[in-house]
């Protein structure tokens, strides 16, 4: 699970004019945002309604995601802020498939 210090707060929600680099995958899309290069990245994983019906499913899907970003990615990938917004898919995908994924998009978006 991911540490809340690498969580993002709804105040940084606020700031994500600034440089944006987007990339969408079939399990998730991530929308990374530069921040102070020395600070640990920070992670937020929004679950929409449309992906997920109950509050339930949609917590379930958002512990799926922090565990899979697990406590390495962090300090790997300084300056940044990360949103992660899950798709349908991820329902039915492995903890395997969706670390894969995960990985494959942080080397393609360069980081």
């Known amino acids: 699970m991911l540490r809340r210090k690498n969580r993002i707060s709804k105040d940084f929600f606020r700031n994500t004019s600034r440089e944006v680099k987007n990339l969408s995958s079939f399990l998730l899309t991530i929308r990374a945002v530069k921040n102070l290069p ?7 994983v929004i679950v929409s309604k449309k992906v997920a019906r109950t509050a339930v499913s949609r917590n379930k899907i958002r512990r799926k995601v922090y565990g899979a970003i697990g406590p390495s990615w962090p300090a790997r990938l300084k300056g940044f802020l990360f949103f992660i917004y899950p798709k349908k898919d991820i ?12 990985k494959e998009a942080f080397k393609e978006m360069g980081f």
């Open 38 to 44: 020395q600070e640990e990245a920070r992670f937020a």
């Open 91 to 102: 329902l039915v995908s492995s903890h395997s498939l969706l670390e894969d994924s995960l």
